[in-house]
């Protein structure tokens, strides 16, 4: 069971050096399609279709065809060797919540706390959202984020970058309830931060959202995993959607507002809790000052 009670779905907008250039369809609103097109109805209706919806039991689709960083075609059964895999989503191009995602992986996998190796005790399934994206940047990437690694032992068999086709990544995101969005009209994706767990079999069995992932909380989410135990439904208590601050109209989107209106309540109850247990404390030296000069002087006291 996870341990932590409070979800953080951290949601960035992020350019893609090579989406401009794609053709996306726009499916119709009440589809069962992870990705929407619609630039019409604004920035509002792109947050609005993001999310990261908690699918346990869910099948992973093992026949979901990828290229590895290699520029081999691969299926996703390839990497269901007996051991439970760790996936995420995002795209490679990404320079800010994919970033903090993978730096927070990179912080998970050297976690002594988290105390198995990736590659011996479990794999990590890195794909790309962007169906623009090739093997060659999969490959760079991976060269970077093993160095930061310090290319330990089975790091290079464990950790697998895929891209792929539209068909595939929706496929994939469908089955963990990774709904993504693409802003046509700044070329930009929003999508959400976290990893998913799946068993030895390929089933859901572990979220972990946000961008930083306790070692021993994943520890014990692939001790259960690898006995193909499914994790129980945790509350999303707050949910933080992040966009950055354009600084062309100098204007932070609605989501970092939400956030800062969240932040400056917070802020308000704080002082006021402060201000009430100040007055409160000052009512009673009040009031035990008063008392103390009605009462006789002690000189008054001893003649009577």
């Known amino acids: 069971m996870l341990l932590s009670t409070v979800l953080l779905l951290t949601t960035s907008f992020a350019t893609s050096a090579h989406a401009q250039g794609s053709k996306t369809l726009a499916p119709k609103i009440g589809t069962s399609s992870t990705m929407r097109t619609d630039t019409s109805t604004g ?14 039991n869910s099948q992973i689709p093992l026949d979901a065809t990828f290229r590895d960083s290699n520029g081999e075609t691969v299926q996703l059964s390839k990497y269901f060797k007996g051991k439970p895999v760790v996936f995420e989503l995002i795209f490679y191009n990404c320079t800010m919540l994919c970033s903090e995602v993978m730096n927070g992986t990179l912080r998970l996998i050297k976690d002594p706390k988290l105390g198995f190796q990736m590659g011996r005790d479990f794999d990590v399934v890195t ?24 290319n330990p032992p089975g790091a290079e068999e464990g950790w697998h970058l895929l891209v792929g086709d539209k068909k595939n990544i929706d496929k994939l995101a469908d089955s963990i309830g990774y709904r993504y969005s693409y802003d046509k009209a700044t070329a930009q994706y929003a999508h959400a931060g976290g990893l998913v767990v799946a068993t030895p079999a390929g089933k859901v069995a572990r979220y972990f959202y946000g961008v930083d992932y306790p070692g021993q909380d994943v520890r014990f989410g692939l ?43 917070a802020t308000l109850l704080g002082l006021g809790c402060g201000i009430f ?28």
């Open 43 to 56: 920035q509002d209706q792109v947050i609005q279709s993001v999310d990261f919806e908690r699918k346990l």
């Open 127 to 150: 794909v790309s959202i962007d169906p623009t994206e090739t093997p060659e940047l999969a490959a760079a990437k991976k060269k970077t984020y093993l160095k930061e690694l310090g």
């Open 223 to 265: 001790i259960e995993a690898s006995n193909n135990k499914i994790g129980s439904v945790v509350e999303k208590a707050v949910l933080f959607l992040c966009f950055h601050y354009n600084a062309t109209d100098g204007k932070y989107s609605f989501a970092v507002m939400k956030l800062v209106q969240l932040a400056a309540l």
């Open 277 to 304: 247990l100040m007055r409160r404390v000052e009512t009673r030296m009040l009031a035990r000052a008063k008392v103390k000069k009605t009462d006789p002087a002690p000189a008054e006291m001893a003649q009577t």
